[in-house]
Nanobody
Framework: QVQLVESGGGLAQPGGSLRLSCAASGFTLDDYIIGWFRQAPGKEREGVSCIFGKDGSTYYADSVKGRFTISRDNAKNTVYLQMNGLKPEDTAVYYC????????????????????WGRGTLVTVSS
């Protein structure tokens, strides 16, 4: 049974940092693209960053480039999102997703190929 479990959300001050984790089970990262998506209240879901499990190649949305870093630990079957320089507009529920038969850009920009979603973790950036 495929499962994605997010953790690490919480409250951070503007300029602060958080690290999200996505623990995967039921499949191996090598065969999938793993992505982080977010949805703020009243807004559409958007792709934040995606990583190809096999070779670690990455994609970032322009809004987080230079501030967020996605990484994976295939031995732990876990993907991380290090978020630095947090802004109030980063406040959202962050979801982890896994997909195949797609590209990093298509999956992150259009959800193309996503087969599994986690339940999300709330990130709030406020002073």
């Amino acid at each position: 049974q495929v499962q994605l479990v997010e953790s690490g959300g919480g409250l951070a001050q503007p300029g602060g940092s958080l690290r999200l984790s996505c623990a995967a089970s039921g499949f191996t990262l090598d065969d999938y693209i793993i992505g982080w998506f977010r949805q703020a209240p009243g807004k559409e879901r958007e792709g934040v960053s995606c990583i190809f499990g096999k070779d670690g190649s990455t994609y970032y949305a322009d809004s987080v480039k230079g501030r967020f870093t996605i990484s994976r630990d295939n031995a732990k079957n876990t993907v991380y999102l290090q978020m630095n320089g947090l802004k109030p507009e980063d406040t959202a529920v962050y979801y982890c997703a896994a997909g195949r038969f797609s590209t990093l850009r298509l999956m992150c920009r259009l959800d193309y190929g996503v087969g599994y979603w986690g339940r999300g973790t709330l990130v709030t950036v406020s002073s």
